[in-house]
């Protein structure tokens, strides 16, 4: 079966530090491959998506930015944070486009 | 550009109530949607899906929605909700079997004993 692992789980960062959130899935091979944002009032917001190593869509400009080295492997980045870069992050898998996504336990991010 | 819109931000009912929660989105052609539910300190998870045929579709614990593509919705319903129910509910569409998969703002649901 398929697992996916997200961390860290929480995270406490001051205003212009890195950001790393790393994202890996188990049990499957070239998945599509998700981040969201997930804030009180605006549902689940779409960042970046991936459908292969090496490919990144980005769907809102922002701070943050996402790579895909391997297959399995997602994750988010910032060079360096903002205050309102605070939310709680959800990493996500598909088996291919259009189909079912399966989340995984998420990050809180707080920025202070 | 797809998108989602949930009517209700937060529903507040008593147990054994009848439950409806709008969805509509905005793509003229082939959809995929989703309705998936949080429940308090667990992760998203899947409650019922769309794709094709039966535009009735049932999940887990006894919700169904109805896909109306006339209207564009995609409502989820429960004729009787329990305490357990209570969650944010987000409905989330993709548009054109392309790479995304887009939410609504979600519902927050909450049952009275």
């Known amino acids: 079966s398929q697992t996916i692992h997200q961390w860290p789980a929480t995270l406490v960062q001051p205003v212009g530090s890195p950001l790393s959130l790393e994202c890996t899935v188990e049990?499957?091979?070239?998945?599509?491959l998700y981040w969201y944002r997930q804030a009180a009032g605006r549902g689940l917001q779409l960042l970046f998506y991936?459908?292969?190593?090496?490919?990144i869509s980005s769907e809102v400009p922002q701070n943050l930015s996402a790579s895909r080295p391997q297959d399995r492997q997602f994750i988010l980045s910032s060079k360096k944070l903002l205050l309102s870069d605070s939310g709680f992050y959800l990493c996500a898998w598909g088996f291919s486009s259009g189909n079912t996504i399966y989340f995984g336990e998420g990050s809180w991010l707080t920025v202070v | 550009a797809q998108s989602v819109s949930q009517h209700n931000h937060h529903v507040i009912l008593s147990e054994a109530a009848s439950l409806e929660l709008g969805c509509n989105y905005s793509y003229g052609g082939t959809v995929n949607l989703f309705w998936y539910v949080q429940y308090p300190g667990q992760h998203l998870q899947l409650l019922l899906k769309y794709f094709s045929g039966d535009p009735l579709v049932k999940g887990i614990k006894g919700f169904e929605a109805e896909f109306i593509k006339s209207k564009f919705s995609f409502n989820l319903r429960k004729p009787s909700v329990q305490w357990s129910d209570t969650a944010e509910y987000f409905c989330a569409v993709n548009a054109g079997r392309d790479d995304k998969i887009i939410f609504g703002k979600g519902t927050r649901l909450h049952i009275l004993p």
């Open positions: 991936s459908v292969g190593i090496g490919q």
């Open positions: 049990g499957t091979s070239n998945p599509n």
